[in-house]
């Protein structure tokens, strides 16, 4: 406030001033009220709230050069080297992350300021208790999806929000129990990962972590339209189970190990099919997977890949050729069942051979076999009807055995 060439300036107890006069630093003010004769109007007095005692100011750097005894009195000056981090601690809370080669000055007064100095040069690994402190803060308010937005927000606007370097300078990644990762650094492979949580320090360089599935997995080669040795048109479906046994070889002699192996699968599968006739593929299904899975095994495990089964799911032939085989093998069926048919023909003729030698042999047993057939026929018979009573017919029976003897 000025009137009549007096300034008067009212700082609250949570508040600090500097005072400017023609641009030059004379006072650093704590609370009270103060007054000024300030006719030609040279003095400019700027306040600042310490509730936010990181002290912002376009010549801050000149004050503390130009002003060192007054300004080293009430602001605290904190400088990072090039090999360092800083955690700047208000009142015992992380607030922020100052990167290297940076230099932030901070009110001396009611919020204790603490700077933590983390030597870069040791490695890259963020300490695990100052990272579970950091994912604390990351469900606090200022860490939630919406500061997300804001502060891409403020980025756009050329601002910056508190906590956002921790966010931008710090890589975290989880490898699961069925994975491991790569650690690469400029791209350059440092070290694996084991499965847990991995948090790194990407000041200035380019950090990334490679995550690979080690599970097994299936890669399917389908409609392969192939020719055999005999010139039949077939297409066939393969699929393979394989897994990533080593994946610092795949990464370094593969760019997709996914399609290398598809390429193999399918070259091998050409070639074992070409170097057979159609019935060698039907008899041999099994000799051909395993020759071709030995294949697939040597050109495959030299980059790291474990391929563990492979199979021909389908074997699809064209409609024509479908017909000529069911006429085949509807022939061959027919065949078997008229050599079964005459097998049992002969069979039964050379039984009936031998048994008529025996009769021949034996008047009795053919006299046995009268009547065993006379007694299959009689069981057709209803009724019986005898003439000349019982006499008549025992003594045919009589003649029939004397003419027997």
């Not at 006072?27 to 005692?53: M, N, S």
């Not at 297409?235 to 996914?258: E, F, M, Q, T, W």
Request: a negative charge; one cysteine or more.
């Amino acid at each position: 406030m000025n009137i009549m060439g007096y300034k008067r300036q009212v700082v609250a107890q949570h508040e600090r001033a500097l005072v400017l006069k023609n641009g030059m630093l004379e006072q650093i003010l704590g609370p009270g009220v103060y007054r000024w004769l300030d006719l030609p109007g040279a003095l400019a007095v700027e306040v600042f709230d310490l509730t936010h005692p990181e002290l912002s100011h376009p010549h801050a750097d000149v004050f503390c050069k130009e002003a060192a005894p007054l300004w080293n009195a009430w602001v605290e000056n904190v400088e990072i080297s090039e090999r360092e981090a800083g955690l700047v601690y208000l009142d015992g809370r992380l607030s922020r992350l100052l990167s290297p080669m940076s230099r932030r000055f901070y009110w001396k007064g009611p919020v204790a300021v603490r700077v933590e100095r983390v030597d870069l040069s040791a490695g890259l690994s963020v300490d695990a208790g100052l990272m579970e402190t950091i994912r604390r803060m990351r469900h606090a308010d200022a860490w939630t999806q919406a500061s997300v937005v804001m502060r891409e927000k403020a980025r756009a606007l050329g601002k910056a929000l508190p906590g956002a370097e921790f966010l931008d300078n710090i890589l975290e990644e989880e490898v699961a129990d069925h994975e491991m990762g790569l650690l690469l650094v400029d791209g350059r492979l440092i070290r694996t990962l084991e499965p847990g949580v991995h948090a790194f320090w990407s000041f200035a360089r380019n950090v990334q972590v490679e995550v690979t599935d080690l599970r097994l997995q299936e890669l399917e080669v389908q409609g392969q339209e192939i020719l055999t040795r005999d010139k039949v048109s077939l297409r066939i479906n393969l699929g393979a189970h394989y897994r990533v046994a080593d994946p610092v070889k795949v990464r370094a002699s593969l760019p997709k190990h996914k399609d290398f192996l598809y390429r193999e699968l399918q070259f091998a599968l050409r070639q074992a099919i070409c170097d057979r006739t159609l019935d060698e593929l039907l008899d041999q299904k099994g000799a051909l997977e395993q020759g071709m899975l030995g294949v697939i095994r040597g050109r495959a495990e030299p980059h790291g890949i474990a391929v563990e089964a492979l199979g021909i799911k389908d074997v699809i032939l064209p409609g024509d050729m479908k017909q000529i085989l069911n006429q085949v093998v509807e022939a061959e069926k027919a065949a078997q069942a008229n050599l079964i048919r005459r097998r049992e023909e002969t069979a039964a003729t050379r039984s009936l051979l031998n048994t008529a030698k025996l009769m021949d042999q034996n008047p009795v047993l053919l006299r046995l076999k009268e009547l065993e057939t006379l007694e299959r026929v009689t069981e057709r018979v209803g009724s019986l009807t005898v003439f000349g009573g019982m006499e008549s017919l025992l003594q045919g029976l009589v003649r029939i055995e004397g003419s027997q003897g």
